[in-house]
C-alpha cells in the first residue's frame, strides 16, 4: 500500500469526523430561518472568505504554539475554502491542513501531548483521543473549540521504518460555515 494515499484517505475519514463534529458544536447557537442554515443549529457568522482564512490560520498557529515545536518544520500551504452544502450559494467554510516535522520521534509524542493538555485550557473540548482505525494504529486528537466555530484533528504519524514516510504530527483546522457577504460569489472557492 502506497502511504501517501493511506494517510490521505485516513484523513479524509478524519476529516469527515471533523466536519460532522463542526455541525454538531451548540456554543453560541440559535436558529435562523435563512434556508439551509438552519441544518446547522447555528447562526453563521458573516464574514469575507479572506478574513476567514485569516482567522483559520490564526487558529493553526495557535495550535502550533500548543504542540510547542518552533524547531520543526512545518510544510508549506494555506487555507482551502469551499462552499458549506447546507447552501452553497451563500454559506462556505475554510479547511488548513499542515504537519510539523523534523524534529526526533520523541520531541513529536511530547508536542502531540502538549497539545492534548493544552487545548481545555485554551477553551478546546477534546471530543476524542486514542488511536484511530489505520493499520499503524496512529495516534489522534478531535477537538472543538467552545469558543468559536472551529474544530481541530491532528494525527501523531510515528515509528515507520520506511524512508519514504517523515515521523510527523498531521493537523488539520476546519471552521464551520460562515456566510458570506451580500453579492459574494461563491463559484471557484479554493
Known sequence: MNPTNHRTRTRGAALGVLLLCLTTLATGC???????????GYTPTTLD????????????????????????KTTPGGAGASTCQEDPEHLFMIRHPWSV????????????ERLRQALPAKGWKVVSYGPNNSKAKSLELLAESEKEHFAVNAELWVGSTDPKKKNLIGVTVASGCFRAPEGT??????
Open 185 to 190: 460569489d461563491l463559484k471557484g472557492l479554493y
Open 101 to 112: 516535522y523534523d524534529v526526533s520521534e520523541e520531541e513529536l509524542k511530547q508536542g502531540f
Open 30 to 40: 440559535s436558529m435562523n430561518d435563512t434556508g439551509g442554515a438552519d441544518d446547522l
Open 49 to 72: 472568505v479572506e478574513k476567514a482564512r485569516t482567522r483559520t490560520k490564526e487558529i493553526s498557529s495557535e495550535i502550533f504554539d500548543m504542540i510547542g515545536l518552533p524547531k520543526g
